[in-house]
Structure formats: structure tokens, C-alpha cells
């Protein structure tokens, strides 16, 4: 009876059994040991037979040293060193996660590998014997041993496996991969085989890769992965150049469709409105220039005058409800003794009028229409309260045109200026201690009024500085420009209340003849009279303050005079019997001289 054997270590994952060296630990049985010899001599080239003379010395034969399996290899192939038997590799792992114990290992993975084609296989075991299972030396003493592997991790080598039934059901085995020439084959490539030989098992089963584990080429070419497509981007001019080109695109179809547009509403098949305010009835303020002329020109009037040998317009406004209108003497000097004066008032209505008193001096007038209801007089202010840079208002007939409204300011205050004098004798000359302003006036705007911020009159417009020939009053018929004179109201309404009283003016007078070819400064008393009389007039004003021929007066109430002219525009521009300072140089030396103005009508 047979003793029962002891169980013997199983064959390593990656190893094959090998014959046994001198000095191996092995637990083979004799009859494994025979089968192995037995396929090792069938493999094995015969032994060279030791020389005689050796043999007949009583020598022992070297044995010779036993021939490697394979060459050895010399890029020293990692990870084993030497050349040995070939074992299959795992398959290829996808990426997973790695404990740190080593690399994880799929169930069913793990097996016997093949025979390497050239080996020594050992024969099967007889029927009815025992196989004894492949041994692996024991470590050397001292050796420390690899721990076993973690479950579902790849084993450290030396570490003995469970066999493997068969393949995985469902998969199907790897092919084998040729080995690239002058390279060790990776661990489980299978490598060529020769003729087949009856004595070498059959090659285990591969287990076929899951859809988890594919098979693995070492030297297939994987191409570079592809570059990520980056977006396309525009630059910022090419941004502009298509704004550019989508606004020149909706210019030219907006352009088509409104010449479309318009060529089909010239020919009358679209009727065209137009959006449009409604009519504002609100009242204007009173101090604004449209409050002004609405107030005003009610009670302003056109004049037409036509005589024997000429005609001529102006304008004038209305001081009473009686009819009395105030103009000037050079609107009206046309008629003569019987001409034709007709007045246009601003709503259209037309009215005879006739002359109640005119005079040359101041160039004042005042003509009156009867039988006209409904007049509008304009109030009156105060001409000594306007002061320079007040806004003013004028109003008037420029060249015919009723109804003109004009505004501008106050540029200067006791302008005296001189009117008039085509007359040999000088009667026609007009003395005037003028308002001067910048609103436009114009030929035809004489006679009308200068209104200031709250309606009321301040001067009559009188005379304009004209650009042609620097002629005043009624001369030339140049334009405006900006230099616009009116007789102050404070002066036309004393002489308008005269002529309306007495049909004449009271002119104030010094009583004496001034020297008006006198080229020096200041006003120079005549040494002689006018015709045969003195040129001082005895008992008058000026012989009552002790004025004398060839006196110079220089100052009429501290204010300087330059010429004859000047002083007789001062002089005027008070009443008869007012006081006045004269300042009176003789003989080199300066006096002081106090008088009372006189009067005298106009003819």
C-alpha cells in the first residue's frame, strides 16, 4: 500500500518547471525525476565523449555547463536580468484607480503559462499516477519573504496563484503577439512555435478580454491625439468693417425706398401730412418784445403824404382819445399848405388828417383825424429815468412796411445831434439832445415810438446815421447801422401840449448871437448881430448875466460844450424859464454866470 504523498508546492504564475541543478532543494518523486530526465535527454544534444586517455587516468569528466534557453540578452530586458523561461503577461489594464498595495488583477487572470517553444517539456504522467506538481526552490535562510497579495491585486512575484478553470465565459483568447526582433517579448506574448510534437501539451487557454480589458500592441503607432479646437474669434476691425458694411447696406435700401417713395408721391399716389403744432392762445409776457408790440401797435399809425412836388411816408402814434397823433415835422413838411395826408391805422382802418402845428426847431408835429372811434393811446413815460443799456422797443413803417417791430437798447443819453438845414437861413435846422440806439431804424420809422420794458414811450425816432453820406434826418436812404436817434419824450410831449394849445412852440433863448464859424472849443459870442442888431440882445437873458461879445462859454451846468451847435441843443432841451450855470471864459479868465431862460415862438 502506497503512503500518501505530501502535498507538494504549486508551480509559480510566471515560471515553468526546470531540471534539477546539484545543490536544488527538490521534493520531486523518482519518477517525476526520471520522466524529466527522460524528456531532457530526448531534447538535450548528445554528450561529447571524454578522450580515452582521461578515462584510462581514472579522471572524472567535466560535465559541461548546461546551454541557457535563450541568448542572452543584451539590452538586459527588465525586470528579470537573465534570460528564463517566458511566462504570459496579463492583459493590458484601462486606467483605474491604483491602491497602493500594486496593480489590481481581474478575477480569473491568473494561470499556468505555456511552454516556451525549445523547452524540455516533461511527458504526461502515466494513467493511474500521481502528477506531482511543479516545486519552487525554498528561499534562502534569511530571505525575507513577499506578503501575500491584497485580494484583486497583482501578486509580487514568486506568489503562487489558483489555476483557473478556463476562460472567462463570453471572451474570447488574445492573439499572440509576434516579438519584435532583438526584443525580449513582453511577459505572456506568445512566442512562434515549430513542428508539432507529439510530446508538448497543449497550450493552456488564454482568457479572453473583457469589454474592460482589451488587448495591448507595444509597437502599434497610436497617433497623437488631436489638437482642441479653439473657437474662432473676431478681432475688433473686423467687428468695425462689418458694422460698416451693414449700416452702408441699410443706407442704400433706406435711400431706395424713400426715392420710391418720393418719386410715387410726385406722381399724386400718396398724400404727404405733415405733423403740426396746434394754435397757441396764450398771452405772451409784458415785458418780452412780443408784449410789448402787442400792446403797442394798436396805437400806432402809418402816415402818407403827398403834396405838389413830392410825397413821402412815416409813421406816428396816438397821444389822446380826441384823435391828436405826434409825428415828426419832416414826415408831413411834404404837404405844404395843401396837400393830402391820409393815416392807416394798424387794424387797416384808413382816416383823413390835417395838421394842428408843426416846428422846425425840435422837429415836431402833431396832425389829428376826426370822426374815428376805438383809439388806443400809448402811455408816456419819463425820459430822464432811461438809463444806458435799457432794452428798448421801435416801432414803425421802414420803407412802407406797416407794423415793423424792432428792438435793441439805450447806447447813449444827450446826443446832441442836428437835423434838417437845407434851407439857406437856416430855419429848417432841427436841434436835438437825441436818445441814441441800436435798434434798427430805418427811413420811414421817423415819427415813430421808442418804447421801453413796460410799453411806455420815451423818444420819438427822429434820425439815423446813415452810411452813404453821413447825412441826418430825411437824408439819404441808406440802411441802418445801429446808430438810431429819438428826440427824448420829456421834450416832445412839452412841445406836442403847445402845438395843440397854441398851434406854435415856445423855444427857450439866452438872447444872444453865437459865432457858429468858430473853430474853437466852447460856444463863442458874435461881435455882431444878426442883420443890424447887437449881438447881444439888450435886456435879454445874456445882458442881464453880464455876457459879452467874444465871451466863449464853455459849460452849461457843469457839462462841457464844444460848439455853437451843442449849446443851442442844451439849451433847448429845457423849458423857457428855467435857471441854468453858464461857465464863461474872457480875456483868458473863467466866470460864472447865472440866467433865466427866455422865450421865443416858432414861425
Avoid at 487557454?205 to 473676431?234: E, F, I, L, S
Avoid at 460856444?523 to 447881444?536: E, I, M, W
Amino acid at each position: 500500500m502506497d503512503e500518501p504523498k505530501a502535498p507538494k508546492p504549486k508551480p509559480k504564475w510566471w515560471s515553468r518547471p526546470v531540471a534539477a541543478r546539484p545543490g536544488d532543494q527538490s521534493s520531486d518523486t523518482a519518477e517525476g525525476a526520471e520522466e524529466r530526465t527522460e524528456a531532457a535527454a530526448a531534447q538535450a544534444p548528445p554528450e561529447p565523449v571524454e578522450p580515452v586517455d582521461a578515462l584510462m587516468e581514472g579522471r572524472v569528466p567535466e560535465e559541461p555547463a548546461p546551454r541557457p534557453l535563450h541568448e542572452p540578452d543584451p539590452y538586459s530586458t527588465p525586470p528579470y536580468g537573465g534570460p528564463g523561461p517566458w511566462a504570459p503577461a496579463p492583459p493590458v489594464q484601462h486606467p483605474v484607480a491604483t491602491p497602493a498595495q500594486g496593480t489590481h488583477v481581474p478575477p480569473g487572470m491568473a494561470q499556468a503559462p505555456p511552454p516556451a517553444p525549445g523547452m524540455a517539456q516533461a511527458p504526461p504522467p502515466a494513467p493511474g499516477m500521481a502528477q506531482a506538481p511543479p516545486q519552487t526552490p525554498p528561499p534562502a535562510p534569511g530571505t525575507p519573504q513577499a506578503p501575500p497579495p491584497a485580494p484583486g491585486m497583482t501578486p509580487p512575484h514568486g506568489t503562487t496563484l489558483p489555476p483557473v478553470a478556463g476562460p472567462v465565459p463570453g471572451q474570447s483568447a488574445p492573439a499572440p503577439m509576434p516579438p519584435h526582433p532583438g526584443m525580449t517579448p513582453p511577459h505572456g506574448t506568445q512566442l512562434p512555435v515549430g513542428p508539432a510534437d507529439p510530446h508538448r501539451p497543449a497550450p493552456m487557454a488564454q482568457p479572453a478580454p473583457t469589454a474592460q480589458w482589451r488587448g495591448y500592441d507595444p509597437w502599434t503607432v497610436v497617433p497623437p491625439p488631436a489638437a482642441p479646437k479653439t473657437p474662432k474669434t473676431v478681432s475688433r476691425r473686423g467687428a468695425w468693417i462689418a458694422v460698416l458694411l451693414i449700416a452702408l447696406v441699410a443706407g442704400c435700401v433706406g435711400g431706395g425706398i424713400g426715392a420710391y417713395a418720393e418719386r410715387d408721391n410726385a406722381s399724386g399716389g400718396v398724400d404727404v401730412k405733415l405733423p403740426q403744432a396746434p394754435v397757441e392762445k396764450e398771452a405772451r409776457a409784458p415785458g418780452s418784445v412780443a408784449g410789448i408790440a402787442a400792446s403797442s401797435l394798436p396805437g400806432v399809425v402809418t402816415i402818407h403824404v403827398r403834396g405838389s412836388s413830392e410825397e413821402g411816408t412815416g409813421t406816428g402814434f396816438v397821444l389822446d382819445k380826441q384823435g391828436h397823433i405826434l409825428t415828426n415835422n419832416h414826415v408831413v413838411q411834404p404837404a405844404g399848405a395843401d396837400g393830402d395826408i391820409s393815416v392807416t391805422f394798424n387794424s387797416g382802418q384808413d382816416a383823413k388828417a390835417e395838421i394842428i402845428g408843426r416846428d422846425t426847431g425840435y422837429d415836431l408835429a402833431v396832425v389829428k383825424v376826426d370822426r374815428v372811434s376805438g383809439l388806443t393811446p400809448l402811455p408816456l413815460g419819463n425820459s430822464d429815468s432811461v438809463r444806458v443799456g435799457d432794452p428798448v422797443v421801435a416801432i414803425g413803417a421802414p420803407f412802407d412796411l406797416a407794423g415793423t417791430v424792432t428792438s435793441g437798447i439805450i447806447s447813449a443819453k444827450e446826443r446832441p445831434i442836428t437835423a434838417g438845414g437845407e434851407k439857406e437861413d437856416g430855419s429848417d435846422v432841427s436841434y436835438v439832445d437825441a436818445l441814441q440806439t441800436d435798434a434798427p431804424i430805418n427811413p420811414g420809422n421817423s415819427g415813430g415810438p421808442l418804447v421801453d420794458r413796460k410799453g411806455r414811450v420815451i423818444g420819438i425816432n427822429s434820425a439815423i446815421r446813415a452810411a452813404d453820406d453821413g447825412s441826418g434826418l430825411g437824408g439819404g436812404q441808406g440802411g441802418s447801422i445801429g446808430l438810431g436817434f429819438a428826440i427824448p419824450i420829456n421834450q416832445g410831449k412839452r412841445v406836442a401840449e403847445e402845438l395843440i394849445n397854441t398851434g406854435k412852440a415856445a423855444h427857450p433863448v439866452i438872447g444872444v448871437t453865437l459865432d457858429m464859424g468858430y473853430t474853437g472849443d466852447g460856444a463863442r459870442v458874435n461881435t455882431k448881430g444878426a442883420g443890424s442888431g447887437p449881438p447881444v440882445t439888450s435886456g435879454g437873458p445874456g445882458d442881464k448875466a453880464g455876457i459879452k461879445a467874444g465871451d466863449v462859454i464853455t459849460e452849461v451846468d457843469g457839462v462841457p460844450v464844444h460848439s455853437g451847435q451843442e449849446l443851442i441843443v442844451k439849451i433847448r432841451s429845457h423849458r423857457p424859464g428855467d435857471r441854468l450855470a453858464l461857465t464863461v471864459k474872457r480875456g483868458g479868465k473863467k466866470r460864472t454866470a447865472e440866467l433865466t431862460l427866455g422865450s421865443a415862438s416858432s414861425g
